[in-house]
């Protein structure tokens, strides 16, 4: 499906997460928003710190807010949860959506440190080989960035995310999406505590 810039109700589903090691899992966010910068959806999964269920976790969110209106996907990175690498050809092969996979920092690659990380990295090593090189963008922000993008060009990529982008190198979408996770895991976190110190206290009457 190609990538109508100049719709008045363009929309973008923005997903990204919040975790921390001490967890089994991470929270993924997805938040979706108007290019008037109106919020117009939101919806959460999870996936496996660690783990190779990041792919799955993308694909639930999308069809939890069962959005035809949609014109793309906007993931804030593809390793999230501590490497656990999402399928970008995998995800736009089943949306049929431009999707547009973002990160910030120049990087000189994750190969080493899954090898060091996972005593069997073959799985995630090829995974990681099927992202694809990333390509920089510089934003009007003055702020460089730099996206894999599948179903777009790297110029349509740029358009869209200066629409979004206010100011810095972060679009709204994402740093919106990025807060409701951080939210969610720490509502999640406080919630198992809360019943952990119940359960412990409850153990502690018995005797």
């Not at 589903?13 to 997805?30: D, H, K, M, Q, T």
């Not at 920092?105 to 440190?113: D, F, I, M, N, R």
């Not at 994402?174 to 359960?199: C, E, G, I, P, Y």
Request: aromatic content about 8%.
């Amino acid at each position: 499906m190609p990538l109508h810039l100049n719709k008045p109700a363009l929309r973008v589903l923005a997903i990204a997460e919040s975790f921390v090691r001490s967890r089994p899992a991470s929270i993924l966010a997805g938040l979706v928003m108007r290019a008037d910068l109106r919020v117009d959806g939101l919806a959460f999964a999870r996936a496996t710190v660690g783990g190779d269920d990041a792919t799955s976790g993308v694909l639930q969110i999308y069809a939890q807010l069962d959005r035809a209106d949609v014109n793309a996907l906007l993931l804030s990175g593809a390793a999230v949860s501590w490497f656990n690498i999402i399928d970008l050809q995998d995800v736009f092969d089943i949306v049929q959506k431009p999707v547009i996979c973002l990160t910030y920092e120049e990087s000189p690659g994750l190969e080493k440190y899954i090898r060091e990380y996972f005593p069997e990295p073959e799985e995630k090593l090829r995974r990681y080989a099927r992202l694809g090189k990333r390509e920089p963008v510089k934003l009007k922000t003055g702020y460089e960035v730099f996206v894999r993008v599948l179903g777009a060009t790297s110029s349509e990529a740029r358009m869209l995310l200066n629409k979004f982008t206010l100011d810095g190198r972060v679009p709204e979408p994402v740093r919106v999406a990025r807060l409701a996770a951080r939210a969610a895991l720490h509502a999640d976190k406080s919630h198992t505590d809360s019943n952990s110190s119940k359960n412990g206290s409850k153990k502690r009457y018995k005797f």
